[in-house]
């Protein structure tokens, strides 16, 4: 039983940060309207900025933690003409260039991180960031202040977002390109602009994704924005395109079921197991259990 | 639904100048020279049959299509080559045929976006139109989606207020919808000429539209065949013949 | 033939056979990467064969083709007709499950890969004139294939579910059928290419299927050209070859390489180098050359 609760928690740690990552991957899609295959190996890039830094600061959290949030949002807005170039030379937006330009986009991270860092062996990330003792101990149960940063993170960041979704002027105006691009032109929406603002707005949540990931799984290695990018992919699918509450529970569900098949049954599989269940879904329902919102 | 003969051209230069403009879609030529004129304080109007080129005019002059000749001049100033949201900040704005409101968003949220340039004015701008439309008052939390045709028109023309625009472009605001509503609608517009603004609409229902505005043009095929006052045009036989069922 | 030249013809020969796999299917915006699988899957069955069973290699390729369809076959049923995001993701599944089953079966080698298979016609040097021979073969008779696919009325079809589904629909093309039949053909190729491509080295690793490998055919299509099916035979041998002049440091850069060229091409010459327009001019000027002579 307490085995069982333990990798509930996990679960619901690491489904929180894929809730996250499917967040700032809806948002794209539906705002800047790209589909972003390697948000995630951008993500992963930022964890390897924050390991430079915290190296190179004898682990100064503040620092290293900036350093990780101003990448993320650096490397997204540099791609960001890249993309609004691609979709505007093939007419309307064709997503199926963004996509080629997006997975070229990922190659490049994940090859140069596999030469350029650490000589392409995982890095560890220092206990400074991601703690040593256990936040809590109930009897066979530690929770780590990994596990409890990234579900109380996930929890205000999803918060937050769905707050200047509602509640805000870009909001509004991210909701309305999502509905209708056209219709917004005609309100007088700059596509572009707004565009340009999502890119850096899912940044924030790519640096803070980093950080946590960092904490959570205490190392990193280059074949990880891969692996992670294609879970988060499953994820979105499963739910819907563009389906926001729908990558919400899909993104924990996740979670805890790859925290479960860890605990009961050997590792590798766990990874598996997430791409069967997308493959079937994929196969006999390809608009997601939510539906498609884009 | 009298015609106020006396409001034409109360102003010597117009508000908005179409000059020759030309307009294609890939091969489809849509217009192919049109000159229009809109004076302030005038309701001008845009006849013709489904694909004489009514909406694209409307929206080119917008900023959503960029002509392949020709200019489009608002207040003294070449518009032709602007993107829409500068020419909506400029004071142009267009009430999309089909209503064109965000059904997923409240009435409010829809209100609001209208306002997207003119955030500092919405508290007064949007007592002035619940005042004009009670009823959007009282739906305002509504979804857009759940609101009936005729209101959805009405939401569309209040956004478009919102943003305390110079000249209201209105494409068809009668399709699919009831005799009754059509009214309505169009009283607001005759309702909203008095209290200041110019408004170029476009109508496939001529009659009612003729009825209420100064002067007219007919597209046909992507030119102006015939333009004048609007009590001319209805006792036109040709437009009567081909427009007023007569 | 010396050893470097093998392993050019021999690669370049993969590039084009593989890219081909994936141009036929992007003729209906279906970015078909289950081909990496198929090789893959076809590849080590057909190691295991060979080494394990003895069959024989033309029998063994045989199966490889043979597997590659039925598999292609099965999961057309469920995505002939599926938005392209569905079919990339389909395709990274099935490589990510494929080398997740592979590493964990010893049988076949799991993590240390397959080694030592044995020569065809009997000694190295017979070895390599044959594969480069069955490459080569391949590369004819597919090409053949494809440019009788191009021009004809299933070629057309294809081309108007690029450009319009809904249009397409509307003139009585079957998009499903359609979109299986070419992923029948791109999944039966990449099978018999993907045993090929294990000969080449006598052995299979699973360092040889990884998902960079799909960035290559990638990049050899879009900056080729993804509109016919020459600019594959002008980027494949062009790409592989350039980097071969560089210094190994540089080398090693290879994927970031392609990477940029790939994004500097969408960018500036979306359609890429050999452009329709480009393929059509070359045929009305040979064409008048014809009647001139």
Not at chain 1, 109 to 135: M, Q, R
Not at chain 1, 163 to 181: H, N, S
């Amino acid at each position: 039983m307490q085995v069982f609760i333990a990798q509930i928690i996990n679960g619901l740690s690491l489904g929180s940060i894929y809730v996250l990552l499917v967040t700032g991957f809806n948002l794209l899609l539906l705002v800047a309207m790209i589909i972003h295959f390697s948000y995630p190996q951008v993500v992963v890039f930022s964890m390897y900025i924050v390991w430079i830094v915290l190296n190179a600061t004898g682990n100064n959290l503040i620092l290293g933690i900036a350093a990780g949030v101003l990448s993320s949002i650096a490397l997204n807005v540099l791609c960001a003409p890249l993309f609004q170039k691609v979709m505007k030379n093939r007419g309307d937006v064709d997503i199926n260039a963004t996509m080629v330009l997006s997975m070229a986009i990922g190659m490049i991270i994940t090859d140069v991180l596999s030469h350029a860092f650490n000589k392409g062996l995982p890095i560890a990330f220092p206990e400074a960031l991601t703690g040593s003792k256990p936040f809590l101990r109930i009897g066979l149960i530690s929770i780590m202040p990994g596990q409890v940063w990234s579900l109380l993170m996930g929890i205000i960041a999803v918060g937050c977002f769905f707050l200047l979704l509602y509640k805000t002027r870009a909001g509004r105006a991210f909701r309305a390109i999502a509905e209708d691009p056209a219709g917004a032109r005609l309100v007088g929406i700059p596509l572009i602009k707004t565009g340009f603002q999502s890119y850096a707005l899912s940044g924030v949540l790519g640096g803070i994704i980093a950080v946590l990931l960092a904490m959570l799984l205490h190392s990193a290695s280059p074949g990880l924005g891969e692996q992670i990018s294609h879970k988060v992919l499953a994820v979105s699918i499963v739910a819907g395109l563009g389906n926001l509450v729908g990558g919400l529970v899909i993104g924990l569900a996740l979670g805890i079921l790859e925290a479960l098949v860890q605990g009961y049954a050997s590792g590798s599989w766990s990874n598996a197991i997430a791409f069967v269940v997308m493959l079937v879904v994929i196969l006999v329902k390809p608009k997601g259990l939510f539906g498609i919102k884009v | 639904m009298a015609q106020n003969e006396s409001n034409t051209a109360s102003g010597a230069s117009p508000l908005l100048s179409v000059s020759d403009l030309a307009v294609s879609y890939g091969q489809i030529k849509a217009l192919k020279g049109v000159s229009i004129e809109v004076f302030p304080k005038e309701i001008v109007v845009l006849i013709g049959a489904n694909g004489a080129g009514k909406t694209t005019l409307l929206s080119t002059i917008l900023g959503l299509n960029t002509p392949v000749s020709g200019t489009v001049t608002f207040e003294g100033k070449r518009i032709d080559k602007l993107p829409a949201d500068k020419n909506v900040r400029s004071g142009v704005c267009l009430v999309p045929e089909g209503r064109g409101v965000f059904a997923s968003m409240s009435v409010l949220d829809n209100l609001l976006l209208g306002a997207h340039h003119n955030l500092q004015n919405k508290d007064k701008n949007l007592a002035r139109v619940y005042d004009w439309f009670p009823i959007l008052k009282k739906r305002k939390d509504q979804i857009a989606k759940t609101l009936s045709g005729g209101e959805r028109q009405m939401l569309a023309i209040a956004r478009a207020l919102m943003s305390a625009p110079k000249l209201i472009m209105v494409d068809e605001p009668s399709i699919g919808l009831a005799p009754i509503v059509v009214n309505d609608i169009f009283n607001i517009l005759m309702m909203l000429n008095k209290e200041g603004y110019t408004i170029l609409l476009s109508e496939q229902n001529a009659f009612k539209a003729l009825k209420c505005a100064h002067r007219g043009y007919v597209l046909e095929t992507g030119t102006v065949s015939i333009a004048g006052t609007a009590e001319r045009l209805l006792s036109d036989p040709g437009v009567k013949a081909a427009y007023l069922g007569a | 033939m010396p050893l470097s030249l093998y392993y050019y013809l021999s690669i370049t020969a993969v590039n084009i056979l593989m890219s081909w796999a994936l141009y036929v299917p992007y003729r209906v915006a279906h970015l078909h990467f289950i081909t990496v699988a198929n090789m893959t899957i076809s590849g080590y069955l057909s190691g295991y064969l060979v080494m394990n069973l003895h069959v024989p290699f033309g029998w063994a390729l045989l199966i490889g083709f043979a597997v590659g369809g039925i598999i292609g076959y099965i999961v057309s049923l469920f995505i002939g007709d599926a938005p392209t995001f569905a079919v990339v993701m389909v395709g990274f599944t099935f490589i990510y499950i494929t080398r997740t089953v592979i590493e964990n079966m010893d049988v076949i080698g799991g993590t240390m890969g397959m080694f030592g298979l044995p020569n065809i016609g009997g000694s190295p040097a017979a070895h390599r004139w044959f594969i480069i021979g069955i490459l080569y073969a391949l590369v004819l008779v597919v090409g053949f294939l494809i440019f009788r696919f191009d021009h004809s009325r299933l070629g057309r079809a294809a081309s108007a579910i690029f450009v319009d589904r809904d249009l397409a629909t509307s003139l009585g093309v079957d998009i499903k059928k359609v979109g299986m039949l070419l992923q029948i053909f791109s999944c039966t190729l990449a099978g018999g290419v993907g045993v090929l491509y294990g000969f080449i080295y006598k052995s299979f690793h699973l360092d040889f299927f990884t998902f960079a490998l799909v960035g290559i055919f990638m990049t050899v299509i879009f900056v080729g050209g993804y509109a016919t099916q020459w600019g594959t035979v002008v980027a494949a041998p062009i790409l592989y070859g350039f980097p071969l002049f560089f210094p190994p440091e540089v080398q090693s850069w290879r994927i970031v390489i392609y990477g940029a060229i790939l994004i500097l091409v969408l960018v500036l010459k979306p359609e890429g180098f050999i452009t329709r327009k480009f393929v059509h001019s070359i045929g009305t000027a040979l064409s008048r050359k014809r009647e001139n002579s």
